[in-house]
T-cell receptor, first 110, second 114 residues
Framework: GENVEQHPSTLSVQEGDSAVIKCTYS??????FPWYKQELGKGPQLIID?????GEKKDQRIAVTLNKTAKHFSLHITETQPEDSAVYFC?????????FGTGTQLKVEL | NAGVTQTPKFQVLKTGQSMTLQCAQD?????MSWYRQDPGMGLRLIHY???????DQGEVPNGYNVSRSTTEDFPLRLLSAAPSQTSVYFC?????????????FGEGSRLTVL
């Protein structure tokens, strides 16, 4: 169906290291794959997105890769900083709906 | 622009009570939606609307009603609150109606049902 699986659920990295979060989906009709960041007490905010006709997209320290054949996509954060600590959600879009993964709590330690 | 505004921010209800969570946006977005967020379960879609007068069910619609009489407003009604509806509720809107554009979220409404 439209479910999205997200791993890991928690991730701790040292400041300056890279972080990778992975998601898989099953609905072949999915054609939009955004990533959202949620800080404590706030609503989620879009940080990067990718469409199904693109394999990779980069915006400064963050990048997203999409493997449509394998139905998985990943968020890569390089040179992590303390302000990157938050909950990150992947999602898949299509058919008038955006379906979210279960979230990853990222902690960047000094 | 205020963006997406949700009220109230916090609410405590007793089982069986009814209430309405309000959501308003000033961005002239056609698409509006309601999600609930529970620990370990991410954001689950309750109801959505692709324009005034049009609503549809999401993943977890039972126990909730919505209506969309104007472009700006999309209230969520709990008909008879149950403890299982204790959650944080987010309203979101988008200029894209197909589910393939950026969602702008409100700050959330934390609901506790005793």
């Amino acid at each position: 169906g439209e479910n999205v699986e997200q791993h890991p659920s928690t991730l701790s990295v040292q400041e300056g290291d890279s972080a990778v979060i992975k998601c898989t989906y099953s609905d072949s009709a999915s054609n939009y794959f955004p990533w959202y960041k949620q800080e404590l007490g706030k609503g989620p905010q879009l940080i990067i997105d990718i469409r199904s006709n693109v394999g990779e997209k980069k915006d400064q320290r963050i990048a997203v890769t999409l493997n449509k054949t394998a139905k998985h996509f990943s968020l890569h954060i390089t040179e992590t900083q303390p302000e990157d600590s938050a909950v990150y959600f992947c999602a898949r879009g299509g058919g008038n709906k955006l379906t979210f993964g279960t979230g990853t709590q990222l902690k960047v330690e000094l | 622009n205020a963006g997406v505004t949700q009220t109230p921010k916090f609410q405590v209800l007793k089982t069986g009570q009814s209430m309405t969570l309000q959501c308003a946006q000033d961005m002239n977005h056609e698409y509006m939606s309601w999600y609930r967020q529970d620990p370990g379960m991410g954001l689950r879609l309750i109801h959505y609307s692709v324009g005034a007068g049009i609503t549809d069910q999401g993943e977890v619609p039972n126990g909730y009603n919505v209506s969309r009489s104007t472009t700006e407003d999309f209230p969520l009604r709990l008909l008879s609150a149950a403890p299982s509806q204790t959650s944080v509720y987010f309203c979101a809107s988008s200029y894209v109606t197909s589910g393939t554009g950026e969602l702008f979220f409100g700050e959330g409404s934390r609901l506790t049902v005793l």
